[in-house]
């Protein structure tokens, strides 16, 4: 890098100098050389007092001026600036015009930033600063303007011209172009700008809305893909109807498209009634798709949805506000999510998936609040803690409040704020203002980085009948913040009698260091089931005693802690044996007696009451890097032969019971992807992968048979992913039967990719090496490179943390390779070499000494520099 690239804070923030009233955009398509011609009508900024002589500065990078234009007349070399990252000249007036004509060049936009073309369409994505590597503007998200956008291009090629709005006119032009006219009535930021153009296939359906409104609802896909959209449809209709019953929120236009593309660096992007999509986010038929992929599909419909009025009626003020609309969004998908399925498993995902990306991201060198105070790249902050603790802090405001409580700060919020850009602090207001509360304490989630660490301690008075609960927080400092505040959260508790009565169930409201809390009438010893339902993102240090987890196991009424309490009981078990291990070496040994988890572990699996889909995930061990995280230093090795050795055990006490299970969920029905049925395949999946840790080869002869004959891709999956740690002929046939028939299916092949590369097998990396000469693999597809490079690090512990440094390496280099294309995935691929701190010392420096490899490249982009700085520091 040639300079230190600036850093943004957030309390420098100002007001623009000057409002951007209306845009008016004409594109030139043209894959080596698209012009575009902007027309834009500025306002000095009341706000800031400005007017003539004060400077207009706009930004743009990666494009060439060809001419500008203030009030119709061409402006002198002299009188204007433009650089790397801008435009700049003097306002000749309180209120003027500017028109601007540059040239891009999407067939070499390799950082899918901007405008690109993918596959061979035309598409766009803004967010969070690509606008401005399409055309010179002020692009923030607090300059809100309506936008009317002409697209020519070639009729053959791109029949299908889109963008935000309605369609005002189509017309043929000369030379075999014709020519689309949008226009959006609603003011946006220019990061929901989006243009899509192509040959792409149509699939179309309508909604009509709660006040009556018919919706025309399209699809755009790749030919020969129309047949994998029933799926996307169906959720954004139902997600449609959810916002309308839940929230009164109706959608606003008279038309809502969705595009699937294939070269894309996120999951969607919730353009103004014009979703982009990474097309794995939209394209499912049961042969293609997993029940896995249906949930991932109908919760990411949903929210690209739902930021029509989270995100796009009501946006950010500036990118530090990021969480105002995407933790709110996730909140909503996964409540949409919970309405659809089974809410308990849902918050076990949701949780999980919390505790695998975003406890540890606030743990380790990378940690920030919810609303950061400063960034170098804004791209690198579409985090874990934005998106999913920020989610976690809107549900404890839900749970705070109540149902009611919370929908009335809805209301307010939407009412006050709508058509303006405004800060997590506005919504937080709305919320007290709608329900006479005070925030003030609770506000601090926003600003305070760092995961909580609460610990618990039950005494009962068996004379008074009274017992007391008292609980201690602590948050350990992050960087940068060493003194932390105490917090304000709700921690539901339930006292359960030895018969299994709930004694007492309660919502507590903790806000000290240390508070005691008494229950009255209390009849006897109670069991305490702490934190349910997750409703504080916490980490709770307390562990019961295994006959309690046991207990709790079989008997909580809260669902999520009788899951939970399986997985402490595990960790507990695993934790003491990694470090038994250290010293034998022998996993079994150090594990030593487990009857009594199997048993409580057999309880749930043979409880007919409860749901599938909740057995399914009651009887998944805590995964190698959870594990991990809770060990210091963490060797990964030991990790991973300890938990196959508690594996082993459980599969072979339980084998009876999970030949059953495998037996009594074969399904003879044509593929359904509804809940019920998902978390019956689900529960057959769990068994068949305990059949085959038993080590007896009929159960990997019965995983060959599995993937042979399945009949939907769940099973298939399900049978492959078994058959993929073994060393078995098996394994041969049917990685090169997924490869023969979907190699040239470019979502399904990324499969067949990153299940090689999480294979336990110590060949995986020679294996990796080989499939990046794949004809299929390209660096220059995000997916591709996420599926075969970006597992191996994430979900390859035992591998990518292999002892000589090789993993590292390997790795190290990818990114580099990658960043010269695609910065912004490069670095958002770079947070696991950051986890140094974490392993020996051996490892650990050979992890910082990539870090100050990747630190010395030429050339190294903003994005990647951030990442690996914070990193090694
Ligand atoms: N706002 C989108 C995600 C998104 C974010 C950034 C992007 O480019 C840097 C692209 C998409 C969402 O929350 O779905
Ligand atoms: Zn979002």
Redesign the pocket.
Same mark, same amino acid.
């Given at each position: 890098m040639s300079e230190q690239p600036q850093v943004i804070r957030r309390e420098d923030y100002t007001a623009p100098a000057f409002l951007i009233e209306t845009v008016e955009l004409v594109f030139d398509l043209d894959r080596e050389a698209t012009i575009v011609a902007s027309r834009l009508s500025l306002v000095a900024n009341p706000e800031r007092g400005t007017g003539a002589g004060d400077m207009v500065s706009l930004d743009g990078e990666d494009m060439k001026l060809l001419s500008l234009k203030v009030d119709g007349v061409a402006l002198p070399a002299d009188a204007y600036e433009v650089d790397t990252t801008g435009l700049r000249f003097k306002a000749p007036s309180e209120r003027f015009v500017v028109e601007i004509e540059t040239r891009i060049s999407p067939v070499n936009n390799t950082r899918l930033e901007g405008l690109y073309v993918s596959q061979s369409a035309y598409c766009t994505q803004c967010e969070a600063e690509g606008f401005r590597r399409i055309t010179y503007f002020m692009d923030r998200p607090d300059v809100m303007a309506t936008y009317r956008v002409t697209i020519n291009a070639p009729r053959e090629s791109c029949p299908v011209l889109l963008s935000n709005g309605n369609l005002v006119s189509s017309t043929d032009l000369e030379d075999g172009r014709h020519q689309a006219v949008w226009d959006d009535p609603f003011p946006k930021p220019c990061y929901l700008f989006a243009l899509v153009a192509g040959d792409l296939a149509c699939v179309e359906d309508s909604f009509k809305t709660m006040s009556g409104r018919d919706v025309a609802l399209r699809i755009f896909v790749e030919h020969g893909n129309e047949d994998r959209c029933d799926y996307a449809m169906d959720s954004l209709k139902r997600a449609m109807k959810w916002d309308e019953d839940v929230y009164g929120l109706e959608y606003d236009l008279d038309l809502f498209n969705i595009v699937a593309v294939s070269d894309f660096n996120m999951g969607a992007m %919730?353009n103004k009634s014009l979703n982009v999509f990474n097309a794995k986010y939209i394209l499912a038929k049961s042969d293609t798709a997993t029940d896995t992929d249906y949930e991932l599909i109908e919760s990411i419909v949903a929210?690209e949805y739902f930021?029509n009025w989270s995100?796009n009626r009501v946006t950010c003020r500036d990118w530090f506000q990021l969480s105002l609309? %995407?933790g709110l969004?996730v909140f909503r998908d996964q409540e949409f999510s919970s309405d659809q399925r089974s809410r308990p498993v849902q918050r076990i995902n949701d949780v999980q998936r919390l505790r695998a990306g975003q406890f540890p991201e606030d743990g380790g060198p990378l940690a920030h609040p919810v609303r950061p105070d400063s960034y170098i790249e804004i791209n690198n902050f579409y985090t874990a803690t934005v998106y999913q603790k920020g989610a976690e802090v809107i549900r404890m405001m839900h749970t705070l409040l109540g149902a009611e409580g919370y929908r009335k700060g809805i209301d307010l919020y939407f009412e006050r704020h709508d058509g303006q850009a405004v800060t997590c602090d506005d919504f937080v207001r709305a919320m007290e203002d709608a329900n006479g509360v005070n925030f003030d304490q609770f506000r601090l989630w926003y600003s305070q980085a760092g995961t909580p660490n609460l610990v618990w301690e039950g005494n009962y008075d068996a004379d008074k009948k009274v017992f007391c609960l008292t609980i201690e927080q602590k948050t350990e400092p992050t960087p940068g913040q060493t003194l932390k505040s105490d917090l304000q959260m709700p921690v539901k508790i339930g006292l359960l009698a030895r018969d299994g009565r709930e004694l007492h169930a309660q919502t507590i409201d903790l806000t000290q260091a240390k508070q005691d809390f008494l229950f009255e009438d209390i009849a006897e010893q109670p069991v305490v089931s702490f934190n349910r339902d997750f409703s504080a993102p916490v980490n709770v240090g307390t562990t019961p005693s295994h006959d309690d987890l046991a207990f709790l196991m079989g008997n909580d009424t809260d669902a999520f802690n009788r899951w939970e309490a399986g997985q402490k009981y595990a960790s507990d078990l695993l934790i003491a044996a990694v470090r038994a291990y250290d010293k034998s070496g022998d996993a079994d040994a150090a594990l030593g007696n487990v009857d009594a988890f199997c048993d409580a572990l057999r309880a749930t699996l043979t409880n007919d009451d409860l749901d599938k889909a909740f057995r399914a995930q009651a009887m998944i061990l805590p995964g190698e890097a959870m594990l991990a995280e809770q060990l210091r230093p963490a060797d990964p090795e030991a990790i991973y032969q300890v938990r196959q050795a508690l594996r082993q055990k459980v599969a072979i006490a339980l084998q009876d019971e999970f030949e059953a299970a495998y037996r009594h969920n074969a399904s003879n029905d044509a593929y359904s992807p509804d809940a019920t049925s998902a978390g019956q395949r689900a529960l057959r999946a769990v068994a068949l992968s305990y059949l085959a840790a038993t080590g007896e080869g009929v159960f990997i002869d019965l995983a060959l048979a599995q993937y042979r004959t399945a009949d939907n891709m769940t099973d298939r999956m399900a049978a492959l992913t078994v058959l993929n740690n073994q060393d078995h002929p098996g394994r041969e046939e049917a990685l090169a039967d997924f490869e023969s028939r979907f190699a040239n299916d470019t979502v399904v092949i990324d499969k067949w990719f990153s299940l090689q590369a999480m294979s336990s097998r110590t060949d995986t990396l020679e294996q990796i090496k080989k499939l990046m000469e794949h004809p299929a693999f390209t660096m220059r597809n995000p997916n591709k490179v996420r599926a075969l490079v970006g597992t191996f690090a994430m979900a390859n512990q035992r591998n990518f943390h292999a002892a000589d440094g090789r993993g590292y390496a390997f790795y190290a280099d990818r990114l580099m390779e990658l960043d010269n294309l695609n910065p912004q995935v490069a670095a958002r691929l770079a947070a696991p070499l950051g986890k140094w701190r974490k392993f020996d010392e051996d490892r650990a420096s050979k992890m910082k000494a990539e870090l100050k490899r990747i630190l010395a490249k030429e050339n190294l982009s903003r994005d990647l520099y951030e990442i690996a700085s914070k990193s090694i520091a």
């Open positions: %919730e929210h930021h995100g609309k %995407e969004t």
